[in-house]
């Protein structure tokens, strides 16, 4: 069956797409979603029938599904404003409108039949997307989850990226150079051929890439130039270059092109500098993985360095199949990918080279055990690895170490990478195995050795001059401050990293940061700017596919709502989670669900369903030292009234350990002993410096203090809080409360309606209105 609109013709059969009378390469994905949709056309075909339909499986992002959408139509001329073709129906799904040729619809007409291809055909040029991640190890702290989803889901950058780490930049003992000091951006081949020949566009690319890496030029991973290039799916093929320079700021920016000749493959390339000096130069093989390793070396010789051209040129046979693999992997088709793989000869499987490939597939398509099978055989003889390779299947088994959630187990293998690298002169390499060793040794609190490793780490990542990779660096950077309470630092690397994500369209990134930015500022009661957060944060929502991601998020949401007294609309988020919970198999996601849940239920008055909430965070909870969140919550439970807190629930030098302990002497009137304890949770808490921790003690104490009678001393621990009244309720009304206790009623008068204010829905406690307050004034 054939269909033809406009000057459009597809044959799902022999899986055809004709332009006029041009045979047109596109991907095999695009492909089936455009015949999809035409043969559905009659009716609106929902989001998870056609995910189901060309995934065959429903947890797909729904970021994947529009990048689809956005490359469906510009296979045909259509785009997300015209909708000629493709309409979006509005929280359902699309629906093909484009008038069909009845009389061409029950077979063919003339057109010439294509030569079958193998799948690597079905790869459009410029068919890449930004992968997404779905899982993550439940034992990292909460700050890192959504950052451990990029970690642990990007095994096919491991030969080139040291994307997520960082540490202070101050503990760098070399110097980090300028992002585009001397940057040199490889941008995707233009392809004169069949369609059996599209994969050369990113295969290719990659190829000179890697050697002009090779020889120590500063060129960024092709990931991250395929990540730069679709922050913008819907612009035109120009408009995506200008934002890949403007994201690089490169020195100089080398063009590529692929075309057949007589004698076999021809590839030119032309390197134009930030002065306007052009390098032009070009090579013919019987190959074009051959040509392009001839041409890489003219160009090193134009430039400068050393190198032979011949050498260059002598290819290797497995070059292009490798290099087909690999532009399957950046285009995120691990289907096919592994379908290449497949299709190699025996002696080509036992290649070590190709086995690393088909592990990084492996691991992408969901099959982590298989991957780590190939990465242990691949290092029984690990004297048979070239160099490069051997680290990086080091790193990759760290990384599945990290991934399983064991940072123990991790750092063995990352520092066996670490000591092989140290040789070497290639900063990847370096980066790669010193960000995984420092990321290890950060998880196990271990900041000192975890600075020194990640200092390094990022001057050589940004020695390799990739902005993506920088920002990932910032965000971690962020995290680690984070857990050091270098709170206002962490916020200048997480909004340094949002600037960076946003411009490459990254949007799995954009939500690590935005996590980490609005705990951060929740930390900091700066609760107008969580707020701001995650809104941001809630818009993205959509494209989450995974059940405990979503889960992580709506505890944000639901956290930041909360904290500006919007009850209502925190209960709707936590209500809507109920599919969520039952569908999530991953640890570590429902107790932060949980925990917002019993903040809510505290502050309507519900003691008992306060008390089931915690009780059901706490039972979920990994149990990891210094995680105020889950020890802020087994004070919730204390304060409910429940009295079977389990030993060992809260570490003994947490301020929230002797909150507890004042709490349950303040409940069996032991004066004495609550007093003790709670001078002991505000020196702790003020040694931390979180001021949300601070306000929880200072706030309790106080509080117990004006009960006594002990105002005087109430004021001065009620004082140290007084900075935060203006953007903290609960700050505010210990003000309220304390100059009611002073007798100074035109300053009770003022902290009321400050306190009032930030209420939201919640009440200033009846006590603390006795007396009347005067008109405002207009």
């Not at 369903?609 to 004070?635: M, N, S």
């Not at 079977?644 to 032991?670: E, H, I, K, M, W």
């Not at 621990?717 to 900075?723: E, K, L, P, S, T």
């Not at 700050?731 to 007798?743: F, H, I, P, W």
Request: glycine letters at 6%; hydrophobic letters at 45%.
């Amino acid at each position: 069956m054939n269909y033809r609109f406009g000057r459009w013709r597809i044959a799902p059969q022999a899986r055809e797409l004709w332009h006029d009378e041009q045979l047109q390469p596109v991907a095999r994905r695009v492909f089936e979603c455009l015949a999809y949709l035409i043969e559905h056309r009659e009716r609106a075909v929902g989001r998870d029938e056609l995910v189901a339909a060309l995934w065959g499986r429903v947890d797909v992002a729904d970021v994947l599904v529009s990048q689809l959408i956005a490359r469906a139509r510009r296979a045909i001329g259509d785009d997300a404003q015209a909708q000629r073709a493709i309409r979006t129906v509005p929280g359902f799904g699309y629906r093909w409108v484009m008038p069909i040729d009845d009389a061409a619809v029950a077979g063919g007409d003339g057109a010439p039949a294509a030569v079958p291809a193998e799948p690597a055909a079905f790869m459009l040029a410029d068919d890449v997307s930004v992968a997404t991640g779905s899982t993550v190890a439940a034992s990292l702290r909460p700050r890192h989850r959504a950052v451990a989803v990029l970690a642990f889901t990007v095994l096919a950058v491991v030969v080139g990226a040291g994307w997520w780490f960082s540490v202070r930049r101050e503990a760098s003992p070399v110097p980090p150079p300028p992002t585009g000091a001397a940057v040199v951006l490889v941008l995707p081949f233009d392809v004169a051929a069949t369609r059996e020949q599209g994969w050369l566009r990113l295969g290719a690319m990659d190829l000179v890439a890697e050697r002009l890496r090779a020889a120590q030029l500063p060129v960024p991973p092709s990931e991250s130039v395929v990540a730069a290039l679709h922050a913008h799916e819907d612009d035109d093929e120009a408009r995506r270059e200008q934002n890949a320079v403007a994201a690089f700021k490169p020195r100089l920016v080398v063009h590529g092109r692929v075309q057949p000749s007589s004698e076999g493959w021809r590839v030119e390339l032309d390197a134009l500098d930030d002065r306007g000096t052009s390098h032009r130069v070009s090579a013919t093989r019987a190959q074009p993985t051959e040509a392009a390793r001839q041409a890489s070396g003219l160009l090193l010789a134009a430039l400068g360095h050393r190198g032979s051209a011949d050498e260059e040129g002598r290819g290797d046979p497995l070059d292009d199949r490798l290099q087909r693999v690999q532009a399957a992997i950046l285009s995120n088709e691990y289907d096919l990918a592994r379908e290449l793989l497949e299709q190699s000869s025996p002696a080509e499987q036992n290649d070590p080279r190709l086995r690393f490939r088909s592990a990084q597939v492996e691991f992408h398509l969901g099959r982590i055990e298989q991957a780590d099978t190939i990465l242990r055989e691949l290092l029984a003889d690990p004297a048979t690895l070239p160099f490069e390779l051997r680290t990086n299947v080091l790193v990759s088994r760290g990384m599945l170490a990290m991934r399983r959630g064991d940072c123990a187990a991790a750092e063995p293998w990352y520092d066996a990478a670490v000591r092989l690298a140290e040789p070497d002169g290639k900063p990847l390499a370096q980066g790669n195995a010193l960000a995984g060793r420092g990321l290890a040794r950060a998880c196990l609190r271990r900041f000192d050795d975890a600075s020194n490793d990640l200092g390094l780490a990022r001057a050589r990542m940004a020695a390799a001059g990739d902005a993506l990779g920088l920002a990932r660096v910032d965000n971690y950077l962020g995290l680690l401050d984070a857990d050091r309470r270098r709170l206002a630092d962490a916020l200048v690397d997480f909004r340094a990293a949002a600037t960076t994500f946003e411009r490459f369209g990254a949007v799995d990134a954009q939500r690590a940061v935005l996590n980490g930015q609005l705990e951060v500022q929740a930390d900091l009661l700066q609760h107008a700017d969580a707020l701001a957060s995650s809104e941001r944060l809630w818009a993205l929502r959509a494209q989450v596919g995974d059940p405990g991601q979503r889960l992580a998020l709506a505890a944000n949401r639901a956290r930041a709502l909360i904290d500006v007294g919007r009850l209502q609309a925190a209960a709707q988020v936590l209500a809507a989670t109920a599919d969520d919970l039952a569908a999530a198999t991953q640890a570590g996601y429902g107790h932060y669900v949980h925990a917002q849940g019993a903040r809510l239920a505290e502050l309507s008055g519900d003691r008992a369903r306060a008390v089931a909430e915690a009780r059901l965070a706490l039972a979920a909870w990994p149990k990891q030292p210094d995680e105020p969140l889950r020890e802020r919550t087994a004070w919730l439970l204390v304060r409910a009234g429940a009295n079977d807190l389990a030993d060992g629930t809260v570490d003994d030098a947490s301020p929230y350990a002797a909150l507890v302990l004042a709490t349950q002497a303040r409940a069996r009137n032991d004066a004495a002993t609550a007093a003790r304890q709670y001078e002991r949770a505000l020196a702790a808490a003020e040694q931390g410096g979180v001021p949300a921790t601070v306000a929880d003690a200072a706030i309790a104490y106080a509080g117990w203090l004006l009960e006594r009678g002990d105002t005087r001393r109430a004021a001065e621990i009620g004082g140290r809080v007084a900075r935060w009244a203006d953007r903290d309720f609960a700050c505010a009304e210990l003000q309220v409360a304390l100059y009611q206790a002073l007798g100074r009623e035109d300053l009770r008068v003022a902290a009321l309606r400050q306190a009032d204010a930030l209420a939201g829905e919640r009440q200033v406690r009846a006590s603390l209105r006795d007396a009347a307050l005067p008109p405002a004034r207009s």
